[in-house]
């Protein structure tokens, strides 16, 4: 078994204390490979902003659960050696059984996610249970789900959602001991978070999606006041990289996300880590497009690679600057 404090990493229980207190949200960024990594942490750094590193199960399949734990332990070290020891946690989206949070623990995770979302409410609360009292032995974190988003993200998927019930988030907590809590308020998975009937269109015909519903968010607040919640599902789908990517041979139709300035305004609640990880693939594949467009001679990795990954760092760092609000909370 590996301890994350030997990789010198954190857990969330400070840092979500302290994003609440502040009226921020932590970034949560999805990574499966290093240039995603080295543009995380650039990012970060630049931005001052302490982070959390998201392994989904589909990215320990990809990348390999032991490949990961170094590149997690490197992304310590690499940030200081841009100059800024900044506080980062290494966290498992979306996992499904009690043997997987197990195994990401013996490996060296700080925080895991156990989404019982989909499961009647009694064995989910059973199973988060088992899962926290097995992470909190090693100083783990656990995050539990209530609620179900709807769309498709590595290997989560469902066709419906339904929102998070107020009347549940109480019980829920005091049963599992679980340290935050996912909900379900209008956010989606993937980069087609909306059917286009659900949408309105404004002057310029960009499809706009329905507003979170802040009403149940506040009446959860009350419930459970000062509790640390997450939201998923937060990418925004910038739409000049869907254009980009669809005039460069892509065919993304009907990509739609959720506005910032709503991300910005739920991260001045007691939401105090929020997921993206649509919008970095969007940020990479636009800049990939683009180099074999205009430089269709080009084979060597690191001449599409390296535009990628710097796109991928300027749309981070601008996450933190101006929508989840961490610059400076390193």
Known sequence: MVSYKELGLVNTREMFAKAIEGGYAIPAFN????????AIIQACVEASSPVILQVSAGARKYANQTLLRYMAQGAVEYAKELGK?????????????????KDCIDMGFSSVMIDGSALPYDENVALTKKVVEYAHQHDVT??????????????????????TDPADVEDFV????????????????????????????NAEGILVPPPLRF????????????????????SSVPQE????????????????GI????????????????????????????????????????????????????????????????????AGKA
């Open 31 to 38: 990574f499966n490979n290093m240039e995603q990594m080295q």
């Open 85 to 101: 020891n900044i506080p980062i946690v290494l966290h498992l989206d979306h996992g499904n059984s009690f043997e997987l949070c």
């Open 142 to 163: 656990v995050e539990g789900e209530l609620g179900v988003l709807a769309g498709v993200e590595d290997e989560v998927a469902s066709e419906h959602s339904h929102y």
């Open 174 to 201: 005091k049963k599992t001991g679980v340290d935050s809590l996912a909900i379900s308020i209008g956010t989606s998975h993937g980069a087609n978070k909306f059917k286009p009937e659900q949408c309105t269109r």
């Open 215 to 234: 009403d149940i968010l506040k009446e959860i607040e009350k419930r459970i006041p000062g509790f640390p919640i997450v939201l998923h599902g937060s």
């Open 241 to 256: 990289y869907v254009k980009i990517i669809n005039t460069h041979g892509g065919a993304l139709k009907d990509a739609v």
């Open 259 to 326: 506005p910032e300035e709503q991300l910005r305004e739920a991260a001045k609640s007691a939401v105090c880590k929020i997921n993206i990880d649509s919008d970095g693939r969007l940020a990479m594949t636009a800049a990939v497009r683009t180099v074999f467009v205009e430089h269709p001679a080009e084979f060597d990795p690191r001449k599409y690679l390296g535009p990628a990954r710097d796109e991928l760092k300027k749309l981070y760092k601008h996450k933190c600057e101006n929508v989840l609000g961490s």
